[in-house]
């Protein structure tokens, strides 16, 4: 039972490159949610979604963009990368609301 | 009105001491409040969590008490070890809203020393 698997760990972009992060939960949850953490900011929601095909914004989406065709997958599209979203990125599912399973994040760099 | 409030940001503690999170809300729609413990490189995993209709909860050595009146609610750590040192999250969910996201504290950094 892998939980919620996220890939890369590491990446480092270039200003105005493009990429996607990759979200997979094998747990059959319906939530899903893009968090980011940046230092002493805590976790800032972007993006979640309550089933597969439902998505919407969370609290800071500017720069970015979801999908989510299966209930596995919750990949984040990030378009034109900008060094504001240089951050740790946390992928979770749940199946109850609140009892959030985290991914290990994945470290983004924009230089 | 959304936002959940924590405090200290950073927190160093002997061995053996009781360590004390503090957290405050305002949105009174808020229902059920989980804490997280994050190592680092890790991503954060449930700790405990509290529904309002209780005033405390215990599980080992963590404890949280709730105060619905102040909307206030905090972690305690008693005997703290050095295997506790992790940033905390508090947090706060609309159990019955629509998202089911939760709205996170900014984190307290934990030190214990042995």
Known sequence: NAGVTQTPKFRILKIGQSMTLQCTQDMNHNYMYWYRQDPGMGLKLIYYSVGAGITDKGEVPNGYNVSRSTTEDFPLRLELAAPSQTSVYFCASSLLRGFFTFGSGTRLTVV | ?114
């Open chain 2, 1 to 114: 009105q959304q936002q959940v409030k924590q405090s200290p940001q950073s927190l160093i503690v002997q061995k053996g001491g009781i360590s004390i999170i503090n957290c405050a809300y305002e949105n009174t729609a808020f229902d059920y409040f989980p804490w997280y413990q994050q190592f680092p490189g890790k991503g954060p995993a449930l700790l405990i969590a509290i529904r309002p209709d209780v005033s405390e909860k215990k599980e080992g050595r963590f404890t949280i008490s709730f105060n619905k009146s102040a909307k206030q609610f905090s972690l305690h750590i008693m005997d703290s070890q050095p295997g506790d040192s992790a940033t905390y999250f508090c947090a706060a969910l609309n159990y019955g809203g629509s998202q089911g996201n939760l709205i996170f504290g900014k984190g307290t950094k934990l030190s214990v020393k042995p």
